[in-house]
């Protein structure tokens, strides 16, 4: 047993039971295991909730993360950091942690002041940009890195290469069972005199669960009495998207196979002793999976280590797991070779016991208790490696070192201002103005809050709701004979104009180009493509700059998806000429700008340029985009250093006075925006902490001292005059508040989780 004396508490981190998921089972164990193992060890847990509420957890539990917010992962750091943790075990797999990729971990292992050791459950071979940053950070901050299987280990030093040196390869762990003849818990399930085949675990598509059914009339007609066992329920994820679509298709696939008396679905979670009497009963586990990128399969080592023949498709812990016949691999999606690998070894008693034995001999390395010593040695590994490392991080942080404190995210009034139809155009106070009627402009950037927050983890039945809503107001005001999109509606839904603008136009194909560059949104997506190539071809003869201006940002969107659409490239090129041909005509030495006068939504124009710049690598155009963005900023920022933006009553013409009222919500928030962009662009702090200054304006730091933003209400106000605020709070002032606070929130989550630009 390894010396864990000076190892006193360890914390660990990740899902936990009662949650229903493998990597709540894994912590679960895991724990159980160090602390039976190492009885004068404390072994809390630190568990990461996907629901409001969380979990009714044991008594271990001293402290819940809520997923999707970040400031609770860094008040769990400093928990941890002052509650004497020894050591922190982290259990980390994409999917359970906020932000993107699950970024929202690093911000919390940062500020941990003790050694880390992080089990890896997914190591991915084509990892996507956030992935990537995720895992670079994740092995630097890390102190060890357990993987479980020999090709994860591989792929951590060729894929993201991480030192060897800081790799542990411990097995999954997996319960002590008597190694026992399957008759003997048949009896239990009603099932003797039966050949059981088993499959456990969260059911969902990926489970390959339909081509063992397939292969099951050839089984029958060899084996009349054999019957295929599917444990578990549907996991919570689709049962919350797709409800029980996928089980109910496995059911009508066994009726029109006829084969529903071999066949039982035992739909819920099963505890570890009930489990185990299944894995029991089986005379040969089945795992069918569809693709090979699957590093590690909790329900393979259980079944694996309790003495099963396994039959699998070759994804990678099960080719590791069961070379040299240790098991049967089989071509994925391919029910014939499942029917002639599960007749060969039902035939063969000799050959099939003979795997069994060998797989259960192997099983106990893996059993807990033995798992619980290897992770010991890495655990005094890690303390070794910390101290010579001498990692230390200030427990106590002033408030320049900690992410500023943002509004929290309040949307009552957006809801109020919807209807079946759409976001209304305008309000009287704080109620909906019918009268006013609807327009594509607001439902479009309508339509991009609720995709912002979706990115941001807010996933809400509600908000997916209205972002369907928004969807549909926009694919109806498009119309298909003209290409172009209608943009004011009546209350009684009649449209009040044939054409909309050209910024109607621009904001709805940025709408569209945002929602088809975000994965997961299905036929939604299919629609938002189907409507961005219809109505981008009348792009190319624009007059508007800023029209140019959306549909360069929302072409972005598109391309990030549909990178090889040369037509979409194409009218990029083309509008980006324009404007910085349009900047050519216009600017002078003191006058740094695209216009002869500096109007609405103005830095909608820099900010298109900085961002076809930073993605096309053309130095030129980008610092084009620079230079005018910090001459806006410069001449938006008043005597007292608060944002200024130009006033909508005169604007400002070269030459002229400038008018400083009426201030418009948009103004800061294009403002934000850009700065943002700038930053991504550059990583100079500077921006940082303009978009920071504009975003303000709404909090109150502007010419008259007063909250713009309603904190009451959810909604912005319309504008500041010379002498009072707008008491209205229609559509286009109270999204500009909530897209600038979703931006910011944003930049906070990168900026907090990390550390280098080329990571925001």
Known sequence: MPDLSSIQKVAFIGDYLPRKCGLATFTTDLRCAMAKAFPEMQCPVVPVNDVAGGYEYPPEVRFEIAEQEL????????????????????????????????????????????????????ILREPNPDQRRVMRDLIRLSTRLVVMTERGSEFLREVYQAPPAKIDLIAHGIPDMPFADPNYFKDEFGVVGKQVLLTFGLLSPNKGIEYALRALPEIIREFPNVVYIVVGQTHPNLLRDEGEAYRLGLERLARDLDVRRHVVFFNRFVELGELMRFIGAADIYLTPYLTETQ???????????????????????????????????????????????????????????????????????????????????????????????????????????????????????????????????????????????????????????????????????????????????????????????????GFGRNWLEEIGSEDCQGHALWALGLCVSQAGHGRFQMLAAELFERALPVAAGFASPRAWAYTLIGIDEYLRRFGGDR??????????????????????????????????????????????????????????????????VGIQTSEAGSFRPIGSNGFYRRGQERAVFDQQPIEA??????????????????????????????????????????????????????????????AESTLAFLLALAEMQSLQNSLTSFRDPASS
């Open 71 to 122: 400031p609770s992962y860094l008040r769990a750091a400093d928990f941890l950091n002052i509650t004497n943790v020894d050591l922190v075990c982290v259990q980390h797999e994409f999917g359970i942690y906020g932000g993107p990729a699950g970024s929202h971990l690093l911000a919390l292992l940062r500020e941990l002041q003790m050694p880390i050791v992080t089990t890896l459950h997914t």
């Open 295 to 489: 590093i590690t399969s909790g329900t393979l080592a259980y079944a694996f280590g309790a003495g099963n023949a396994v039959v699998s498709t070759p994804y990678w812990h099960a080719t590791e797991l069961l070379a040299d016949d240790r098991g049967r691999l089989v071509p994925f999606r391919d029910p014939q070779s499942i029917a002639t690998a599960v007749i060969d070894l039902l035939r063969d008693d000799a050959t099939r016991h003979a795997m069994r034995k060998q797989a259960y001999r192997l099983g106990r390395e893996m059993i807990w208790q033995r798992c619980a010593q290897h992770y010991g040695e890495s655990f005094v590994r890690a303390r070794h490696d910390h101290s010579f490392i001498g990692r230390k991080a200030s427990p106590i942080k002033t408030l320049d070192e900690t992410p500023g404190q943002l509004p929290t995210l309040k949307l009552d009034h957006l809801f109020r201002m919807t209807d079946s139809t759409g976001i209304f155009q305008h309000a009287s106070f704080t109620v909906p103005n019918f009268s006013e009627g609807y327009c594509t402009d607001d439902n479009a950037r309508a339509l991009m809050l609720v995709l912002m927050l979706q990115q941001l983890g807010n996933d809400s039945p509600l908000l997916k709701s209205h972002a369907a809503t928004y969807m549909a107001f926009v694919n109806h005001a498009f119309d298909r004979r003209t290409g172009r999109f209608r943009n004011f509606m």
């Open 669 to 730: 928030q294009v403002t934000v925006s850009a700065c943002i962009e700038a930053h991504r662009a550059t990583g100079d702090p500077f921006w940082v902490a303009e978009a920071g200054r504009a975003f303000e304006w709404f909090l109150g730091r502007n010419d008259l001292g007063l909250s713009v933003y309603d904190s009451t209400t959810g909604g912005c106000r319309d504008g500041l005059h010379m002498d009072r605020l707008s008491q209205n709070q229609g």
């Open 567 to 632: 037509r979409a490239s194409q009218i990029r090129e083309t509008l980006s000429a324009k404007l910085v041909q349009r900047y050519a005509d216009a600017a002078t030495e003191e006058w740094t700008w695209f216009e002869e006068s500096v109007s609405y939504a103005n830095a909608r124009l820099p900010h298109a340029m900085i961002l076809n710049g930073r993605c096309l690598g053309h130095e030129p155009m980008l610092e084009l985009g620079l230079r005018t963005l910090r001459w806006l």
